[in-house]
C-alpha cells in the first residue's frame, strides 16, 4: 500500500433484506437473505460499537426496509449514546403509530425517504405496492412533525425521469431540506432490469439542464443533490469514494463489504463480524486490500491524473462490463471499452421500442432469481 | 402545503445558530473537530470552528466579528469580509441559521 491506512468514517447497516416494496432496481444483492439470518439486536450493538471505536462518524440504517426491524429504536440508541451521527433510509410503508417519535426521542440525527415517483400512480407502479404514495406522504409529514429534517430520495430512470421537476415540488411541499436525485445504476437487480430502466439519452440530458437550474433557483431554500447515471458518463464517480478508503457496508447476516454490489466479484471473500472483529476486517481483510489506493491499477488508470479523483471507478461494474474487476470502469473515457456503454443504451432503446412483454420488470422478490452457487 | 422557504440573507443582526441536526463533535481518533450533518462531514480549520462556536443563536453577526477581530487581533473589516461570505455560504447549504 502506497499510503497509510486511514479510519473509516461512514458505515451502511442493511439490517434485513425484508422490504413490502419491490423495486427493480433495488441494491440488495439477488440472492435475499431472510429473516432468520438476520443479526440479533446484541451483536448489531456490538458491532456498532467497535465501529465508534474505529473512527465511525455517520451510520446509515437501511435495508430493505430497516423499521421492520422491532429494535430500531435500540440500535438508534446505541449508537446515539456513541456520538454517532444516525440516518435512517426508509421506504416509509407500514410504520407503526408513535414509532418515528419513537426513533427522534432514541437520538435519530436525520431520516431519507424513499420516493419511487412523484406521481402516486408510479410510485406504486415501481414499487409494485398499491396505496404506498399515500403512506410515503403521511410518513414525511410525521418526520416532520417529530422534529427529523427530511431527504427525500428519488431513484431515477426510463419510467419517471420526466417528473424530476415534480420531484423538486414534492419535495419543497414535504418541507425536506435535501433532494437526491439519484440515478438508477446498473448493478444487483437493476442490472438484471437494464433494459427496462434505460432512459433515453435527450432525457438524461433535459434532466441535467433541469436540475441545474433548480439548484441554482433554490439556493438557501433546498438542497439538491444530484447522481447522474454512469453510462452516460465521461469520467467515472469515485464510487464509494475509493474502495475501502472510508466506508463500508454490512449485510443483514453480517457479512463486511466495501460496497453493495461487492459480492459479484467472483475472486473475492468476505468475512463476516462475529468470528472477526470489524478492525481485523477493515485492516486486514484481503477482499478490502484487493482495491484499496491505487497500487492495483492496471492501465490506463495507473498513469491517469485522474487516478485519485475517481479512484478507478466503480470496481463492480468493471466486473459486469469489462468482465475483470481490476479494469478500468467502462464509464470512464480513457476505457478501452467506454464504446460499449453507448451500446447498451442503444440496445435498451431498441429493446423499449420492441413489443412489450406482460411484465416490464423482474420485479425484487424473495427467490425470484437465484443465482448458480 | 407548507409554504415555500425563503433564501436569508445574512444582516448584521442576525443572530446565527446550528440547526438541531448539525454539530459540532470532536472526534478522539482523528483528533479534530467535526461538522456532523445530514449525509456529510466537514472538517473545519480553525478560523471557521471559531466562527461556528460562536453561532449560538444570542451573539448578533456584528458581535460575532468584533470578538473574532479581537481574539486575531485584526481590523474588523477584514474579518468581517470572510465571516459574512462564510455565514451566507454556511446558510445557502443550510448548515447554518440565519
Known amino acids: 500500500m502506497s499510503e497509510p491506512l ?20 433495488c441494491s440488495n444483492p439477488l440472492e435475499l437473505l431472510k429473516a432468520n439470518r438476520e443479526l440479533d439486536t446484541q451483536t448489531w450493538l456490538d458491532l456498532f460499537s467497535q465501529a465508534a471505536d474505529l473512527g465511525v462518524l455517520q451510520v446509515h440504517l437501511s435495508g430493505g426496509e430497516p423499521t421492520l426491524r422491532r429494535d430500531l429504536e435500540q440500535l438508534i440508541a446505541g449508537l446515539s449514546a456513541r456520538g454517532v451521527y444516525t440516518n435512517l433510509i426508509t421506504a416509509g410503508i407500514g410504520i407503526a403509530e408513535g414509532r418515528i417519535e419513537a426513533f427522534a426521542e432514541a437520538g435519530l440525527d436525520h431520516l431519507q425517504l424513499s420516493f419511487q415517483g412523484a406521481r402516486p400512480a408510479t410510485t406504486d407502479r415501481i ?33 419517471n425521469i420526466e417528473e424530476v421537476p415534480e420531484f423538486i415540488d414534492l419535495a419543497l411541499a414535504l418541507d425536506a431540506e435535501r433532494l437526491e436525485i439519484a440515478n438508477v445504476q446498473y448493478a444487483g437487480w437493476a442490472l438484471t432490469n437494464r433494459d427496462a430502466l434505460m432512459p433515453e439519452p435527450a432525457a438524461v440530458d433535459r434532466q441535467a439542464e433541469i436540475v441545474a437550474a ?39 447476516d453480517g ?9 459479484t466479484i467472483p475472486s473475492l471473500s468476505f468475512e463476516r463480524f462475529g468470528p472477526r472483529s470489524l478492525s481485523a476486517i477493515w485492516t486486514d481483510s484481503p477482499a478490502f486490500n484487493a482495491f484499496r489506493g491505487t497500487d492495483w491499477m492496471q492501465e490506463p488508470c495507473r498513469g491517469c491524473e485522474r487516478r485519485e ?29 467506454h464504446a460499449r456503454m453507448a451500446m447498451l443504451i442503444d440496445d435498451a432503446q431498441r429493446s423499449a421500442a420492441g413489443p412489450s412483454r406482460d411484465e416490464l420488470f423482474v420485479y425484487r422478490r424473495i427467490g425470484v432469481v437465484t443465482e448458480p452457487a | 402545503m407548507t409554504a415555500l422557504r425563503e433564501r436569508t440573507l445574512l444582516s ?67 474579518v468581517a469580509a470572510d465571516v459574512i461570505a462564510f455565514l451566507q455560504e454556511w446558510s445557502d447549504k443550510l448548515l447554518v441559521k440565519l
Open chain 1, 214 to 252: 433548480a439548484r441554482e433557483r433554490l439556493t438557501g431554500i433546498i438542497n439538491i443533490d444530484f447522481v447522474p447515471p454512469d453510462y452516460f458518463a465521461i469520467y467515472p464517480k469515485p464510487c464509494m469514494g475509493g474502495w475501502a478508503r472510508d466506508a463500508f457496508m454490512v449485510t443483514p
Open chain 1, 127 to 159: 414499487g409494485n405496492h398499491r396505496g404506498s404514495h399515500e403512506k410515503k406522504l403521511e410518513t414525511a409529514r410525521r418526520a416532520r412533525a417529530a422534529g427529523l429534517p427530511l431527504t427525500i430520495n428519488a431513484p431515477i430512470h426510463r419510467h
Open chain 1, 309 to 337: 479523483i475517481d479512484w478507478g471507478g466503480c470496481r463492480c461494474q468493471a466486473m459486469a462490463n469489462a468482465g475483470d474487476a481490476a479494469a478500468t470502469d467502462p464509464a470512464c473515457v480513457k476505457s478501452p471499452i
Open chain 1, 6 to 25: 486511514l479510519p473509516p468514517i461512514g458505515m451502511l447497516a442493511e439490517l434485513t433484506h425484508r422490504c413490502p416494496l419491490q423495486c427493480p432496481y
Open chain 2, 12 to 78: 448584521p443582526r442576525a443572530m446565527p445558530s446550528l440547526p438541531k441536526h448539525v454539530r459540532i463533535q470532536y472526534d478522539p481518533v482523528r483528533q479534530a473537530f467535526a461538522v456532523l450533518s445530514p449525509e456529510k462531514i466537514f472538517w473545519p480549520n480553525d478560523i471557521s470552528l471559531d466562527i461556528l462556536r460562536r453561532c449560538d443563536g444570542r451573539s448578533t453577526v456584528g458581535h460575532i466579528i468584533a470578538g473574532l477581530a479581537a481574539e486575531y487581533d485584526a481590523e474588523q473589516e477584514a
Open chain 1, 255 to 263: 457479512t463486511v463489504l466495501p460496497c453493495h454490489a461487492a459480492q
